[in-house]
Every structure is written in structure tokens, then in C-alpha cells.
């Protein structure tokens, strides 16, 4: 249920996924003023040579990007067209900055990097409502450069913190200088109405044994607060005779709280009575109802995700959820709209349904809204949203095939439940665009292979391909999804290929042919039980999750 005002209001359509370019969506979907947080992380490379991204565009490093996104950030025609979108955005401060960027940088990746996110930021300024706040995730990589332009865009005097988040350990290159291991984290506000609810962190165990040396009979731990009057309070002295029946009489400065809050204190047990005759009386504080201590802008609390999370994805920029939390908290309220223009893997969208907050998410690949698409109905079963972008028919999906291989691959994979394989490296995925890993004796765990083909011409030699594939990998199943109709030849060579038995009298097609029409139409690879619980386990055995992490 929307509040009111919220994005419905607004003619924003909430708890949706949106395929596609965020610029082109935030300008065609995401009305002004709707939007009460706004988180991105960019996709950026910043394990990569910091110096590749400031070679000139004939320079040899420069195809050491994020395969993904390979055309993103280059100084190309995209890059010039941002940079002139900027100058015609009637936001002058932005682009003067912009434009000494360039002539101090030059033509290069990371002025490119830098052109497309002023652009960006012009809009996701827009669409936030006047108490509405924005968290950039970043690297020291370009976060000088970034906060800048977030000058620019919001002005200096809307910025409000630089969040230090340590998000891993030591590595190797503390040899040679100090070992990064932080993230930056920008805020800004719109204006200087925003949202901010205070954030805790919890106290650390030597704080606690140092502070909270008191424990009641029910074994709840405490520590003693005065009850003195920080000023002179005269209409605050008065006598109090407590439950144990002793008077006591306050400080010159009075009482700290009134007699109706000191005898309800004293009913519910919150009164530490002084054992010494004279003794001031003071106030319980519980650890168990202290919210603990006010976060400051330096984040190490918040671990990143190990190899053995369950939250682990396997995505390579994944976020721990906690993180996302936090922020979330602190910058709306339950109702409210969240937005994530990047959205990766979910994690902001789901930390968002989490608490009870209405979202947005967007990305340019299939691959990342595939996967976000089956964390929140896993994360939250019965959910409600929509997808926008995505092929809904034979019509779009042939659209997309021949506008982008890469994404119409990753899109039919997910159709049939399976994970990515593979990247845009040629032969880098021995031909296998995707796995399903399946346990047809409930004991060890098998996969199938999933070749994608998006043409309209298919032949019998692609069948043969992919059962070398099968032969190669010793994968029982195989699965053909093609745009065009197979031939004779290739239903023939595949019935050739044979059954696979599985151990319990059952037999299926060791390859399978499936036509985009026939997805359409609900059709899914015949194979035996797929254990949701093998996956992960199959993928470390297997390398998929690196593979998978090789495509972003």
C-alpha cells in the first residue's frame, strides 16, 4: 500500500524491475519528485591498473573494462553525446565542472566515466523528492572526481557525510604501499529537509563488560545512569519516597524526570537503590533496550560477504545485506520508494521489501534481473512485482536476439531455470551458455548443458556441437533453445544422442530441442528433480560461480 503522495501518486510504478539503459527509464518511467532514496553503485573496475583509465582512446589497455559492460566506459560517441547532454541541462555548475574535468583529463575512460555519471546524476536529482536523499558507492579510484560532480549537481552545502566503509581484509599489495581495503560511501540531500532517523551500532564486548557491570535477579545486565538535573530545575526538588521505603532527596540542580515518571521508574524495577546510607539514587539502563552507539562515518562493523555466506550469490560486486539496511534506515521510512539505477544483484531492492519499503531497480543486463528476479521470490515467497524491459513474447525475444546476443542468451537461459556460464570472450564457454544442475538419485548431483542460438538459421552441426560439449563435460542432458525451427537432421541427430536413465525406472532424451515459441508456451527441459540446495555446491565443485562472475 502506497502513502499518500507516494510514487502511484506520482505515476511511478513501485515494486518493479526495469531492463534497459537507466538513463533512457529514469526519463521515460521515474516522474519528478517521486523518490525518496536513491542508492547506486556503478559498475566500475577498480581492481584494474588505475592508470589504464587514463589512456587515450587509442590506448592498448583500455579493453581491460568489465567484459559487461565493455562499451560503457569509453570515449566514444555515447561519451561525447552525455558530455553535451550535461551543457544543454541548464545546470551550469555541473557542467563547468565537467568541462574542466575534460580539459584537465582529456579524452579518455575515465572523463567517459565521469560525462555518463553527471548525466545520470542530473536525473536521479530530479526524481527525488525535496527531503529525499542519495548515497553514491564508490572507490578511492574516482570518489575525488565523483564528489565533485555531486557538488555540482546538489551543491556543496547539500552534502552531508563521506562513509568510510571497510569492506575487506588486508591484501597483498600492503608489500609495496598501504593495503586498500575501503569503499566510499557519498550522501547527499536533496535539501535541508531531509530524512534522517539516528543509526546505532552495537557496543563492543569490552564496552559492555567496562559498562554494564550490573545484573538483575532475571539476569538482565544494566549500568547506572544519574538521575540528577544537568541545570537548575527548582520545580524538579522534591522529596521521593521509594518502594524499598527509604526518602531520598535530590540534588540542588533537582530531579532529572518528573515524580509521576520517578514512581512509574520505581514500579517497574528501573531504580538502583544506593546501598550506603546517603547514597544518591539512580536510574537501570539495560543492555538488552540500549540502542547502542550512534554510527559514525566510519563503517567496520559490517563484514563484507565470505565464500561461505548464505547470502552469497556468487555475484562479483555483491553487497552485504546489512549494508543496505543500514542506509535504508536511516535515510526513509516505511512506504517510502527506494531506488537503485544499478542495481547488480538485488540487494538494495531487497533490503527495501525487507523493510517495508516500496522500490525501484534497473539494469542494463539480463543476467542481473534474472538473478534478482529469483532472489526476491525466493528471499519473499508470494511477492508481487513486475518486470518491464524483459522479452514478454516470440516477437521481443527475436528483437533481442538481433539487437544483442549476449543479453538474448542470458535471457533464455534464465527461462529455463538455469545459471549463466560463460562470458563475451570468444570460446571462452566451450560453447555451454548456461548450466542446470539437477540430483536425479538424490545423491550426486548432475548437470545439463544449455546452448543458446538466436538466429533464424539453424543446422544439424550445432546439435553435433553440443553433444561433444556434453561428451567433453560428461553432462547427461543437454538443452538446444533456437530461434528458428530445427530441422529433420538436427531432431533426428539429437533422438540419436539417446535416454538417460535415472535410477529409478525413468527415462528422458539426453538431448533436448526447445524453440522460443515453445518457451512462450510454458515448455521446460524434461529433466529429473532440480535440487535448489546442489546448486551452490555444484558451482564451487564445478568453477560456475567463477565463470559467472567472469560475465560482470
Known amino acids: 500500500m502506497l502513502r499518500q503522495g507516494g510514487a502511484a501518486e506520482a505515476g511511478v510504478c513501485v515494486n518493479k524491475l526495469f531492463y534497459g539503459d537507466n538513463l533512457d527509464v529514469l526519463r521515460d518511467h521515474i516522474a519528478s519528485d517521486s523518490v525518496d532514496l536513491v542508492y547506486l553503485d556503478p559498475p566500475f573496475n577498480s581492481n584494474a591498473n588505475y592508470n589504464i583509465l587514463f589512456k587515450s582512446k587509442t590506448g592498448d589497455g583500455s579493453d581491460a573494462q568489465i567484459e559487461a559492460f565493455e562499451d560503457t566506459w569509453h570515449w566514444n560517441d555515447k561519451a561525447e553525446q552525455a558530455f553535451d547532454e550535461v551543457a544543454r541541462s541548464g545546470n551550469t555548475k555541473a557542467f563547468d565542472l565537467l568541462n574542466a574535468m575534460r580539459g584537465f583529463l582529456g579524452d579518455n575512460d575515465m572523463m567517459a566515466y565521469l560525462a555518463m555519471m553527471a548525466v545520470r546524476l542530473i536525473e536521479l536529482h530530479r526524481v527525488l523528492r525535496p527531503t529525499g536523499s542519495l548515497y553514491l558507492h564508490c572507490d578511492p579510484t574516482a570518489s575525488h572526481y565523483l564528489k565533485l560532480l555531486l557538488d555540482g549537481v546538489f551543491g556543496p552545502d547539500k552534502f552531508k557525510s563521506e562513509i568510510i566503509w571497510k569492506r575487506t581484509s588486508a591484501h597483498a599489495n600492503s608489500t609495496r604501499n598501504f593495503a586498500g581495503v575501503h569503499d566510499v560511501i557519498f550522501q547527499y540531500t536533496k535539501s535541508i529537509k531531509s530524512t534522517y532517523n539516528e543509526s546505532f551500532t552495537k557496543y563492543s564486548d569490552a564496552y559492555t563488560k567496562e559498562h554494564f557491570v550490573h545484573i538483575d535477579p532475571d539476569g538482565r545486565r544494566f549500568r547506572r545512569s544519574d538521575l540528577r538535573n544537568p541545570g537548575v530545575r527548582p520545580n524538579l526538588r522534591y522529596s521521593f519516597t521509594a518502594s524499598n521505603g527509604i526518602t531520598y532527596e535530590p540534588h540542588p540542580n533537582g530531579w532529572a524526570v518528573s515524580r509521576e515518571v520517578m514512581e512509574r521508574f520505581d514500579r517497574e524495577g528501573r531504580l538502583f537503590f544506593p546501598q550506603k546510607e546517603g547514597g544518591r539514587l539512580r536510574k537501570k539502563i539495560y543492555l538488552d533496550e540500549s540502542p547502542g552507539v550512534p554510527a559514525t562515518d566510519v563503517w567496520e562493523d559490517l563484514p563484507p560477504i565470505h565464500a561461505s555466506a548464505a547470502e552469497r550469490l556468487g555475484y562479483p560486486t555483491q553487497k552485504p545485506l546489512a549494508l543496505l539496511e543500514r542506509i535504508i534506515l536511516a535515510s526513509s521510512n516505511e512506504g517510502e520508494v527506494v531506488l537503485d539505477p544499478f542495481c547488480g544483484c538485488g540487494t538494495a531492492v531487497h533490503a527495501a521489501q525487507k523493510l517495508g519499503r516500496e522500490w525501484i531497480g534497473i539494469d542494463v543486463t539480463h543476467l542481473a534481473i534474472s538473478l534478482i528476479e529469483k532472489r526476491m521470490r525466493d528471499a519473499f515467497p508470494g511477492i508481487e512485482f513486475s518486470v518491464e524491459g524483459t522479452p514478454k513474447d516470440l516477437a521481443s525475444a527475436q528483437d533481442l536476439a538481433a539487437r544483442d546476443k549476449y543479453q538474448f542468451q542470458w535471457w533464455a537461459v534464465s527461462m529455463v531455470d538455469a545459471l549463466p556460464f560463460g562470458g563475451k570472450k570468444k570460446g571462452a564457454d566451450g560453447g555451454i551458455d548456461g548450466i542446470i544442475y539437477f540430483k536425479p538419485d538424490g545423491k550426486k548431483t548432475e548437470k545439463a548443458l544449455v546452448s543458446v542460438k538466436g538466429g533464424a538459421n539453424v543446422s544439424v ?67 529429473p528433480f532440480v535440487d535448489p540446495a546442489s546448486v551452490k555446491r555444484a558451482q564451487r565443485e564445478d568453477g560456475g560461480a567463477r565463470k559467472q562472475g567472469s560475465l560482470l
Open 461 to 527: 552441426t550445432m546439435i553435433r556441437d553440443l553433444h561433444s560439449a556434453m561428451e567433453r563435460e560428461k553432462a547427461p542432458i543437454g538443452v538446444f533453445i533456437c530461434a528458428g525451427m530445427p530441422t529433420r537432421p538436427m531432431e533426428t541427430e539429437a533422438a540419436g544422442v539417446g535416454r538417460f536413465e535415472d535410477g529409478f525406472g525413468r527415462t528422458y532424451p539426453r538431448l533436448q530441442i526447445i524453440t522460443l515459441a515453445e518457451l512462450f508456451q510454458g515448455k521446460k527441459p524434461d529433466i
